[in-house]
């Protein structure tokens, strides 16, 4: 039993315990006071009071994660203001002061602290828009007077930090400090693999309105050369071998036998340790073996992919590239993935052609390519030129005179900027993905100006724009005839990102043709185009693809003018792969008069048969719904050919394990999202390409063109054609199996 004494000296001694804990340096080191007072002030970037929460209702990244009512954000400023707030002296009688930070990864964005004036000890933010905890250990310096500092230097996007809760602590924090790992080594091996471990899809597609984002998101991970950071990307590193789910890699082609250094925040040290320079990649010779990976439609080794990019043929090559996040399988690190190929068929992947985060940049976001052939540009004669968002800066360029083994970003980008307070004269917008192609002159032409008549043509790019707000999204024009100078010459409202240009000819007649304005939702117009305005020529817009496709592109510069597309299957990958994303099989587009007007159509490519090997016939028979066709076939790669009667029947069915294909014959329509399909002279025809974990359709030779994901966990020993509520006949079923692209 205590005694009163006792009693007296614990009611005394534990509260004392109880805020040895945790105190405030100094009053008003969380800013709760509402004033400044404690701090100065210098420079602009945080005003003269710190930043309420009222302000920031609207922003539930940043309200949810402040402390109390009041922080220090030099973001509500903007991001071209500098500055710093300096704390009063005070003395470091704990070992730990902990703190919440936001803000830009620069050092020029940081909280520190100051010892006699002079900084010992920094961190910035991680590019996160939410207060994140950190701490300091200061035990070295315990009984010191000190200051805290938090200062803003960087006048660009990203250039702001936030901070709040200032306290001090002898208890070391539970939670995982922005520790820093770093190594540096001699490059000369050709990769270096990064152990990843996969977030639950759930999650991942919920983070955005998850605390716990950076969790989510991973922590960035940089290479430095020469002081200078090359390559910066997010990653969820694993922690330890059992939980590494796949290996990504970045190739060190560009630093052979230079000193690199590696550096990753919030990672632990055997996970960091796993991080090392290879000549080939863990899992590597399985690539394009795996049970559920595609064989005949691209896919990249590992990580994710979405848009195409800036796909070209340039002197006998197919040059492809897309979005690619090469550190995790879902979006981010906006790279571009690089490909070859000298038959639109087999593939050989590169390293990647842009990166991120290389010239105080951020993601490079899609865009187009094209030849220079006249080099208009001096870039070069026959120059590779690919145009792309800088989602910081606006759109630019960047040119390869070597066949596309390397590239170089123009100096002065950008050629159309973001600020439309910019003082270079250049013109602005609020928009992403330029698509870029060369305007031929005929004799209706004036030319822009004496070079674009002596060049007989001039450049064209359509990007996306929303410059006066999304409700006014719209697709605009710009000319150029050397691809660095442009002028806005119209705006066509209405339409998407992700937009296409290009003129084909109706029924093959080279007399007749028509411009078609394509847009990354997969609708289109026909129309004219006098090489600064298009007019379309009908009401509305038409559709030609349905399913799982989108942010499509055209192959620039094609042989014979072939327009030759590929678009983004946004079906996902199997959850043990290392590599998300898929694209279609490149498919030709034509322009047909149809009895409703023209329209355009889209067919698998002939090089395609190619890889043809095993073919099936099943023979015209009536089909009823107690007699169904049956073809015996094993094999889950396959370019089928199907043509029917519907009859009476309701229904017809392709089935087809793993997926089906019904068709409903009073509608008309295929049923999986209902896509209209007429029937043509009494009968439907199906073009069906059947690959592992997908499958797309080309309707009625073309008119409507299908992309859908397949279970690639149901094996295909046969397929079958039914009838549903009535008979229909089978008029021809021709099946022949694919071999692999990859063997």
Not at 52 to 70: F, K, P, S, V, W
Not at 280 to 299: N, S
Not at 577 to 584: D, E
Not at 687 to 703: K, M, T
């Amino acid at each position: 039993m205590l005694n009163k004494i006792q009693m007296l000296l614990l009611s005394i001694i534990m509260p004392c315990l109880a805020a040895a804990e945790s105190k405030l340096p100094f009053k008003n080191s969380d800013f709760e006071s509402s004033n400044l007072s404690n701090w100065t002030a210098k420079g602009t970037a945080f005003g003269n009071k710190p930043f309420a929460r009222d302000a920031a209702a609207n922003d539930q990244r940043l309200h949810g994660t402040m402390q109390g009512e009041y922080c220090a954000n030099s973001r509500t400023h903007g991001h071209f203001r500098s500055g710093s707030l300096t704390s009063t002296p005070f003395t470091l009688d704990q070992d730990y002061l902990t703190f919440l930070i936001a803000g830009g990864m620069n050092q020029g964005t940081r909280v520190e602290v100051l010892i006699e004036g002079q900084p010992v000890i920094d961190c910035s933010g991680i590019e996160n828009w939410m207060l994140k905890p950190n701490y300091f250990d200061l035990s070295q310096w315990r009984g010191q007077s000190a200051q805290i500092r938090i200062v803003d230097e960087v006048e660009a996007p990203w250039g702001h930090i936030i901070a709040d809760g200032f306290e001090l602590t002898d208890t070391r924090p539970d939670f995982l400090a922005w520790d820093q790992h770093e190594r540096t080594f001699i490059a000369n091996k050709k990769h270096l693999i990064f152990p990843i471990h996969n977030v639950p899809e759930a999650i991942e597609r919920g983070f955005r309105d998850r605390k716990d984002w950076l969790e989510v998101k991973g922590s960035p991970v940089q290479l430095i050369v020469d002081g200078k950071v090359v390559r910066h990307y997010w990653a969820r590193l694993a922690a330890n071998e059992a939980e590494t789910d796949w290996y990504a890699s970045l190739s060190l082609k560009d630093f052979q036998g230079q000193a690199v250094t590696v550096r990753s925040w919030r990672s632990t040290e055997e996970g960091f340790d796993m991080i090392q320079q290879t000549d080939t990649i863990p899992g590597e010779a399985d690539f394009y073996k795996e049970a559920f990976r595609p064989k005949f439609h691209f896919t990249q080794k590992t990580g994710f992919n979405n848009d195409p990019n800036g796909m070209v043929y340039h002197e006998g090559t197919w040059h492809y590239f897309w979005q690619h996040n090469p550190m995790k399988k879902s979006m981010g690190n906006q790279t571009w993935g690089y490909a070859t190929s000298p038959d639109l068929l087999h593939w050989t992947q590169h390293s990647a052609a842009l990166f991120p985060y290389t010239n105080g940049d951020h993601y490079i976001f899609s865009g187009s390519g094209t030849v220079d052939k006249q080099n208009t540009s001096g870039f070069g004669e026959n120059a590779i030129v690919l145009f792309f968002t800088n989602t910081s800066v606006g759109e630019c360029i960047a040119y390869s005179n070597d066949g596309g083994k390397s590239f170089q970003r123009y100096a002065e980008n950008p050629i159309i900027t973001f600020d439309k307070n910019d003082s270079s004269g250049k013109p602005f917008h609020i928009g992403r993905d330029p698509k870029v192609i060369w305007y031929a002159y005929d004799t209706n032409d004036t030319p822009l100006n004496e070079t674009a008549a002596k060049f007989g043509g001039h450049w064209v790019m359509l990007v996306y724009d929303f410059t006066n707000g999304k409700e006014n999204e719209s697709g605009r024009f710009y000319t150029s005839v050397d691809m660095k100078h442009w002028e806005h010459q119209s705006d066509l409202r209405g339409y998407f990102e992700c937009m296409e240009l290009f003129e084909l000819p109706v029924d093959g007649n080279a007399s007749n043709k028509r411009w078609v304005i394509y847009s990354g939702d997969a609708r289109y117009a026909v129309g004219d185009f006098d090489g600064k305005t298009f007019t379309p020529e009908h009401e509305g817009k038409y559709r030609l693809h349905y399913g799982t496709y989108y942010a499509s592109q055209t192959f620039d510069n094609a042989p014979g003018g072939r327009k030759i597309q590929v678009g983004w299957n946004t079906s996902q990958s199997a959850p043990e792969a290392p590599y998300a994303g898929h694209h279609s099989f490149p498919h030709k587009l034509t322009l047909h008069n149809e009895p409703d007007g023209i329209r355009m159509r889209a067919n698998p490519i002939e090089e395609i048969k190619a890889l043809r090997s095993q073919s099936h016939r099943h023979k015209p028979v009536e089909i009823s719904p107690s007699t169904p066709a049956v073809l015996p076939i094993d094999s889950d790669t396959f370019d089928l050919t199907l043509e029917f009667e519907p009859g009476d029947a309701e229904q017809v069915v392709l089935n087809i394990p793993g997926t089906h294909i019904r068709y409903k014959t009073e509608e008309q329509i295929i049923e999986h999202r209902e896509i209209p399909l007429e029937v043509i002279d009494g009968k439907v025809r199906f073009r069906v390409l059947v690959d592992v974990c997908l499958y797309e359709i080309a309707g009625n030779d073309g008119r409507v063109y299908v992309s859908l994901p397949r279970n690639y966990k149901e094996p295909i020993s046969e397929i079958k054609i039914e009838a549903i509520g009535g008979n229909a006949k089978l008029t021809q079923l021709d099946v022949h199996e694919l071999k692999s692209i990859w063997d």
